[in-house]
């Protein structure tokens, strides 16, 4: 993946592309939580999808953006569909191409008209921002082949820090239709406990293969921890984050900022 070369006379979503890609992948240090819990995440999505699928697979990448879970996996050898339903985006993608197998779709991840067409998924920083993420669940899990999976990551509803609705709490959730699919974290609408990302995958007839939280405060920048990460050595770094996530979210819910679901569809 390489650096796209700024032009002011892009979009403005090309724009905020590439300030989010600085801070992500390509040098900005001026938040340096941001973008520890940002590789932090990368590396946790990256790394289960290798666990679980193999090389050549073919994997769609649902609300893609900018593109860089789509850019690595094709990099890594996978066969990538890139989908959003911002299209001006994939042009910008483009820009930082350097190899591997993409392809392009634009489009509302409820409206793919592609049954049964990938081995995995990847829904990243996704389901927390939809009105019925049940139903965004099942959609998802239609576009997967039996025995194919799905890695999910959501901010961490039990996180100290969260103070957004249960979804399980709401008897209407259709009232948030009208503010759905928005970006970033003015998006959110729930923020997923444990237990109802358990009823969730239950409720669409997969299975929840593992369970990881991850990112505590001071790998994610979170309580005025993030002037701190510069000067701690990066093993320091990786140790406590070792420490504090934990598989199935049985120690320290509370202190992980977010969540990695790995699931999967059984065979008929």
């Known amino acids: 993946m390489k650096k796209p070369i700024y032009n002011p006379n892009w979009l403005e979503s090309w724009k905020l592309s590439y300030h989010y890609d600085l801070l992500e992948f390509f040098g900005d240090t001026s938040h340096p939580g941001y973008t520890s ?9 990256i790394d289960a999808l290798k666990r679980y699928v193999p090389t050549g697979s073919q994997i769609v990448d649902i609300a893609a953006a900018q593109g860089n879970f789509s850019l690595r996996l094709g990099e890594l050898g996978y066969s990538v569909t890139w989908s959003d339903l911002r299209g001006e985006l994939a042009d910008y993608v483009k820009l930082k191409y350097e190899t591997g197998d993409i392809k392009y ?3 509302n991840c409820f409206e793919l008209d592609s049954p049964a067409t990938f081995d995995a998924a ?7 921002h939809v009105a019925h ?3 965004f669940l099942c959609s998802i899990a239609s576009l997967i082949k039996p025995g194919g999976y799905i890695i999910m990551t959501t901010p ?7 103070d957004l609705p249960r979804f399980s709490d709401c008897s209407d959730p259709s009232i948030f ?3 759905q699919f928005k970006p970033d974290a003015d998006g959110h609408i729930f923020l997923l406990h444990r237990d109802e990302i358990e009823v969730l995958v239950k409720s669409a007839g997969l299975v929840l293969k593992e369970l990881h939280l991850f990112a505590n405060p001071l790998t994610a920048g979170h309580m005025k921890t993030g002037h ?9 770094i990786d140790g406590l ?9 049985k120690l320290f819910p509370w202190l992980n900022s977010h969540s990695l679901a790995i699931i999967w569809k059984p065979y008929d």
């Open 37 to 45: 819990a940002y590789q932090c995440r990368f590396n946790q999505t």
């Open 105 to 107: 779709v634009v489009g």
């Open 122 to 128: 990847i829904i990243t920083e996704v389901i927390e």
């Open 133 to 135: 993420p049940d139903d």
């Open 156 to 162: 961490n509803g039990e996180y100290i820090r969260n």
């Open 177 to 179: 239709e009208s503010i």
């Open 228 to 236: 701190l990460l510069p000067s701690i050595p990066k093993s320091l």
């Open 241 to 249: 984050e070792s420490l504090t996530s934990t598989k199935n979210g």
